[in-house]
């Protein structure tokens, strides 16, 4: 490989109604980190889009590929983005081989969204453990029973893949990238230049996801729950809950007091508690934005909540763990 080769090459494929934020925040992230000064050279890293046809994003942007399909032996990734596609079980034969062979020569494949979908059917995720979207968790495992999949981070990675639970987790997972194939410095520019605060660990969790969703039996509550995990900053009555879902207020609870042993709303609160929890522990926002971020009214109605709930204040809980985290870092 020529010494003026970019360390971090990836071709991309677009999959129909792929996730627009997703690929963007991506290849982005790449464009960003290339170059000095916003030229777009590349120069630290390349990027190539393939594919034979244009092809249309779940939010109807169309995006036209550069080049067909390239020897993968090009790139040192390939990512397959997915959008609401995945339902379609019908393989992509010319993609399994062509993600098949890239396996072989050792090139390491990238699901992005419900991309991972795609790698599944080209049966090269035997053995692996794989994120994918809380979204998407009950899909996967019943056309995928076979596959170890999670929900309970943003990215994974293993010696032969990355799976990417999408969103803005694969800008994440892109500045990941950057910073182990081009240094910290590059993956600092596209930081600055993103306007962002920071990047994410592959194992920060999902901001929807706090149960295992795929454990509850009753449909009904499935759907209330990941309808909870979407609301946690708004204030959510069990009478607008329930009415999403075709039933009564009372019917609801029944059918939570079966499958989680308590009412709707108290585990909305729960699950509203462990969330504020795990921004005392991993973000330096004011307990009075973590309050607004919750969907409590002010810091006070959290912090009456959290101590009921946990036995401490909120700020105890911070500094208690900062104690801990400390040590350890002293012992290690």
């Known amino acids: ?31 960003l980190a290339a170059d000095q000064g916003g030229r777009s050279r590349m120069i630290h890293c390349s990027w190539e889009i393939m594919g034979t046809k244009p092809v249309t994003s779940s939010c109807r942007i169309e995006v036209l590929p550069r080049v067909p399909y390239q020897d993968p032996g090009n790139f040192t990734h390939i990512a ?31 699901g992005v969204c419900t991309g991972t979908f795609a790698i599944a059917r080209a049966e090269l995720l035997r053995g692996e453990h794989v994120c ?34 999408g969103s803005s987790g694969a800008t994440d997972m892109a500045l990941h990238l950057i910073r182990q194939f081009c240094g910290s410095e590059k993956a600092q520019q596209a930081i600055r230049h993103m306007i962002l605060t920071g990047v994410r660990m592959s194992n920060s969790p999902q901001t929807h996801f706090f149960e295992a969703i795929h454990e509850i039996r009753d449909e009904r509550v499935r759907v209330a729950v990941l309808t909870m995990e979407q609301s946690l900053n708004s204030k959510l009555s069990i009478e607008s809950l329930a009415a999403h879902l075709n039933i009564g207020p009372r019917q609801l609870n029944r059918l939570f007091l079966r499958e989680m042993n308590m009412t709707a709303m108290r585990y909305f609160r729960i699950m509203r508690l462990r969330y504020a929890d795990w921004l005392l522990r991993h973000t330096n926002s004011s307990i009075a934005e973590i309050a607004a971020d919750c969907g409590f009214s002010d810091a006070a109605h959290l912090s009456r909540d959290f101590t009921a709930h946990y036995a401490k204040n909120p700020s ?9 985290l400390s040590s350890s870092t002293l012992t290690d």
């Not at 003026?4 to 992230?29: K, Q, W, Y």
């Not at 339902?87 to 062509?98: A, G, M, T, V």
């Not at 999670?150 to 990675?157: G, K």
């Open 1 to 31: 490989m020529a010494s003026n080769t970019p360390s971090l090459r990836v071709g991309f494929i677009l999959l129909p109604r792929f996730t627009l934020n997703a690929f963007a925040g991506f290849v982005d992230s790449l464009r």
């Open 316 to 324: 105890h809980a911070r500094h208690t763990d900062a104690i801990k």
């Open 132 to 165: 994918v979207h809380w979204n998407v968790i009950n899909d996967f495992r019943q056309q995928f029973p076979h596959i170890e999949a999670t929900p309970d981070r943003i990215f994974l990675q293993s010696a032969r893949v990355i799976t990417c639970a």
């Open 80 to 110: 397959i983005c997915g959008g609401n596609s995945y339902l379609d079980h019908e393989e992509d034969r010319d993609l399994s081989l062509y993600l098949k062979k890239a396996s072989r020569l050792g090139v390491k494949l990238i």
